[in-house]
T-cell receptor, first 115, second 114 residues
Framework: DAGVTQSPTHLIKTRGQHVTLRCSPISGHKSVSWYQQVLGQGPQFIFQYYEKEERGRGNFPDRFSARQFPNYSSELNVNALLLGDSALYLC??????????????FGNGTRLTVT | GQNIDQPTEMTATEGAIVQINCTYQTSGFNGLFWYQQHAGEAPTFLSYNVLDGLEEKGRFSSFLSRSKGYSYLLLKELQMKDSASYLCAVRDRTGTGGSYIPTFGRGTSLIVHP
């Protein structure tokens, strides 16, 4: 079975531009979460979606938005990019909204560089 | 909110045992995860604790004390390939829809040398 897949793997953008990152969860997984990981730090929670509805939002500005599609894939959008948005963006899927012992399964991430 | 603390870096010798500690402060605690992350790769799941005590999985074990807000990951018979970042993640009910969201610590960079 395929794991969590993310695209693109690398991306270079200029300040002020917008970006769309894509994620396909493991087959059968209905919950998708997005995390931002800056070098040397742990992943920081951005969004969680379950059954196409937002179920959690981290402390990120409104420039960040996301959505989940009927096939449970997801997009993360970031508008008006800042240099500080440069990071590894990780998508993770899990099997249930409240996975009591279901871990997150991470994709390999999208490395975003803002110049 | 949460406050998760773990050491930034540890070093150990191949074949030895190392213990990586994690302390946390949270309300609505619903489990603690340990993940391993090699440089340039995605985090991979190692262990899960929700009740007090020790969970053992081969060379890796994880311990939890909820009353103390404390966990540790124990790695035995260290191998060079164990050099990685180890992330402690605490889950509580912080989602807007009442979902359980894992929050990650900064990670502990473990260097295993011959």
């Amino acid at each position: 079975d395929a794991g969590v897949t993310q695209s693109p793997t690398h991306l270079i953008k200029t300040r002020g531009q917008h970006v769309t990152l894509r994620c396909s969860p493991i087959s059968g997984h209905k919950s998708v979460s997005w995390y931002q990981q800056v070098l040397g730090q742990g992943p920081q929670f951005i969004f969680q979606y379950y059954e196409k509805e937002e179920r959690g939002r981290g402390n990120f500005p409104d420039r960040f938005s996301a959505r989940q599609f009927p096939n449970y894939s997801s997009e993360l959008n970031v508008n008006a990019l800042l240099l500080g948005d440069s990071a590894l963006y990780l998508c993770a899927s899990s099997s249930d909204r409240e996975p009591f012992n279901s871990p997150l399964h991470f994709g390999n991430g999208t490395r975003l560089t803002v110049t | 909110g949460q406050n998760i603390d773990q050491p930034t870096e540890m070093t150990a010798t191949e074949g030895a045992i190392v213990q990586i500690n994690c302390t946390y402060q949270t309300s609505g605690f619903n489990g603690l995860f340990w993940y391993q992350q090699h440089a340039g790769e995605a985090p991979t799941f190692l262990s899960y604790n929700v009740l007090d005590g020790l969970e053992e999985k081969g060379r890796f074990s994880s311990f939890l004390s909820r009353s103390k807000g404390y966990s540790y990951l124990l790695l035995k018979e260290l191998q060079m390939k164990d050099s990685a970042s180890y992330l402690c993640a605490v889950r509580d009910r912080t989602g807007t829809g009442g979902s359980y969201i894992p929050t990650f610590g900064r990670g502990t960079s473990l260097i295993v040398h011959p």
